[in-house]
């Protein structure tokens, strides 16, 4: 079974910075790209990043600020938060992305775990 | 960008939704797959994937939910709608990075 657990979130102010971890199991996880999206509040979904083997890719709001990266020795993917903003408060996502056969991206999300940034 | 219509969907009972979902561009990969997919968001849950590739069924998606569509222009059918069925659903393209989603359509219960 599929399971990707996320941790790392809670409360924080602007300016700081915050490390997502996304825990994956029940899978080749060296196999799939996996991204990152949240939802704001009472919004909805942004695609924040994504990575391949070696390749990464960030939303433009995003972009300079945050950082993702895996150790695919420990099946866990990494999202680097820095100097955060309020905007920034969401329920962030992990998701199992492509390289799966079918190609199906999105197949498999995490619980979501929660990030607020305020003064 | 992508763009979902209707945006909120009041529907009977047992009766059928349809939403809307518009491309600003081609979404067929160079590899022939076409990366379209649809979301279902509930409350309290995390989004879960109800069709990918234009109209394949994820695992578990009751048949009531169909895909159509090609190119730059889809559509995510419910043939009968059930009370389980109240949410947002969301479009998305993965065709290439940075995904996009639509803005959402709300379907809920008259």
């Known amino acids: 079974e599929v399971q990707l657990l996320e941790s790392g979130g809670g409360l924080t102010q602007p300016g700081e910075s915050l490390r997502l971890s996304c825990a994956a199991s029940g899978f080749i996880f060296s196999r799939y790209t996996m991204s990152w999206v949240r939802q704001v509040p009472r919004q909805g979904l942004e695609w924040v990043s994504g990575?391949?083997?070696?390749?990464?890719f960030y939303a433009d709001s995003v972009k300079g600020r945050f950082s993702i990266s895996r150790d695919n020795s420990k099946n866990t993917l990494y999202l680097q938060m820095n100097n955060l903003r309020v905007e920034d408060t969401a329920v962030y996502y992990c998701v199992r992305d492509n390289g799966g056969d079918p190609d199906n991206p999105g197949d498999h999300w995490g619980q979501g775990i929660l990030v607020t940034v305020s003064s | 960008v992508m763009t979902q219509t209707p945006l909120s969907s009041p529907v009977t009972l047992g009766q059928p939704a349809s939403i809307s979902c518009t491309s600003s561009e081609s979404l067929v990969h160079s590899n022939g797959n076409t990366y379209l997919s649809w979301l279902q968001l509930r409350p309290g849950q995390p989004p879960r994937l109800l069709i990918y590739q234009i109209f394949n069924r994820f695992s578990g998606v009751p048949d009531r939910f169909s895909g159509s569509g090609a190119g730059t222009d889809f559509t995510l059918r419910i043939s009968r709608v059930e009370a389980e069925d109240v949410g947002v659903y969301y479009c998305m393209q993965a065709k290439h990075f940075p995904r996009t989603f639509g803005q959402g359509t709300k379907v809920e219960i008259k």
């Open positions: 990575m391949s083997y070696s390749d990464t």
